[in-house]
Structure formats: C-alpha cells, structure tokens
C-alpha cells in the first residue's frame, strides 16, 4: 500500500509538472505570435489553437503584471486583444482604464508589455456627463461632457490652460473617434487628487478628458507619449456590440 501512495504520488507530480512546462512553452508561443507583431492573419481568420495560445498568454500576463489583484480577467482580457489587433502602435505600453470602478479608487493602470510589469496605477477622473462617483453614460458627441470609451493612440505633449497635456487619437469611429475634436486629452488636475476626494468623497469630474493627479501626471504623460494604446473600459454591452475593434464578425487592424 505504501508502495502504491508513493508511486501515484510520483506519477500525479509528473502530470503536474508536464502540465506547467506544456502551458509555459504554449504562453512563450503566443507571445512570439501576437505580442510581437500585433497581426492576425491576413484573412481574418483565427485558428481554435491560435485562439487556445492567445487565452493562456493573456492569463499569464494577467498574473505577471499584477493585474489580477486590480481588475477583473474579462476586462483585461477585452484589453489585450484590442492591443493585439492595433497595429498602429509605436509602443509596447497599455494603458488601461476601468471605469466599471468608481473614482475613489486607483483605476488607471500603465503596463509596459514588453517587459509585463505595472508601471503606474493612479485615480483618474471621468466626465462631469457620464456620472457622479461612477462613470456610467459615454458619448462621442462635442459639448456632452461625457467620457468615451475605447481604443486609443497617444499623439503629441503641449502646454495648454491645463499645463502639459497628451493628445488622443479615438480609433472607433462613432464611439471616441471624436475626441481629439472635442479636445480629450490626458493632463493633470486640481479636483483629482486623494485631498479632494477627503474633502468632496469623490473625484472632481472633467469634460470629458481622463484628468490625472498633477504629482504623477507629467511622469505618466512622458512614460505613454506618441504611440501607446489607450483602453477605456467599462462594462457596457452597447461598446461591446459596436466596437469595430473588438467585434467576432471582423478584424480591425490600423494600418
């Protein structure tokens, strides 16, 4: 009987074990395929292995860059596959926001993808239209006042009335691809800071802009410059079903 416990024991060590080099080796492939280049095939089709590697890479980095305490998979898993199909992107930095939390909390995340570590978590404020504590209406419309949700590209710094300042590219035509006309930028601000969520018991709201606390600002600003994706979540099935990037039915890669 002894006998028989130790050589199941051995045999169900050696399962496991296979099973971690099996999953390791697949996770290292799928980075080489997808992180690398960013590109689906040509056709738009994805094979059920490709997909398989592309599920066990995404967990893997779930895990590695700490993310797994933040947010929920589902959310970053939307994340890194819009990060994948883009690939107009000069950076292996993603930018995540998650607006399925409220602004009390740090809910902007930096991850550096190359290298899968979180670089920054910082609070983030949203539009005075899309809700109080919580961000829960988004429109792409100019005077809305509303955040946007969505893929985008980080552009070009300036100084502006709100000191040094990022342009954003929205890549989803009707859902953000306004934003640039409507002037939604990353920039610091006054109303998004621990003192006046002490004070207020919530972040001020902005026009529509991300706004960020004016200590880390200009260092996140600097870090995601020209070319690094920005991804605005929330858990909104509307975005879901119209969202050219994220959408089964097509592939969306920006040239």
């Known amino acids: 009987d002894v006998y028989k416990r130790q050589t199941l024991t051995l045999h169900t060590c050696c399962t496991m074990g296979i099973r971690r080099i099996l999953l390791t080796v697949s996770a290292i492939a799928g980075s080489l395929l997808l992180c690398s280049s960013g590109k689906v095939p040509a056709d738009g089709t994805v094979s059920a292995a490709a997909e398989s590697t592309a599920r066990d890479l995404h967990k893997t980095l ?11 998979y589902a959310a970053f898993d939307e994340a890194l596959t819009g990060y994948e199909r883009i690939d107009s992107r000069k950076k292996e930095i993603l930018v995540f926001v998650d607006f399925s939390k409220p602004s009390t909390q740090e809910r902007l995340y930096v991850i550096d993808m190359k290298n899968r570590r979180l670089l920054y978590k910082s609070l ?8 109080d504590t919580y961000a829960t209406s988004f429109s792409n419309t100019p005077g809305s006042h509303q955040s946007s949700l969505g893929f985008y590209l980080t552009l070009n710094t300036y100084q502006g009335r709100n000191g040094y300042s990022l342009r954003l590219d929205g890549l989803e035509p009707g859902i953000n691809d306004k934003a640039y006309e409507r002037a939604i930028v990353i920039h610091g601000a006054d109303y998004c800071t621990k003192a006046f969520l002490n004070t207020a018991g919530r972040l001020g709201r902005s026009f529509g802009c991300p706004s960020l606390p004016k200590e ?18 929330a858990d909104d099935k509307e975005y879901r079903l119209n969202s050219p990037i994220l ?3 097509e592939t969306f890669a920006m040239q």
């Open 247 to 249: 959408s089964d039915s």
């Open 124 to 131: 983030v404020a949203h539009g005075r239209g899309s809700g």
């Open 62 to 72: 779930y895990e590695t860059t700490g993310m797994e305490e933040e947010v929920s």
């Open 216 to 233: 880390i600002s200009d260092k996140i600003i600097d870090t995601i410059k020209e070319g690094a994706v920005l991804f605005i979540y």
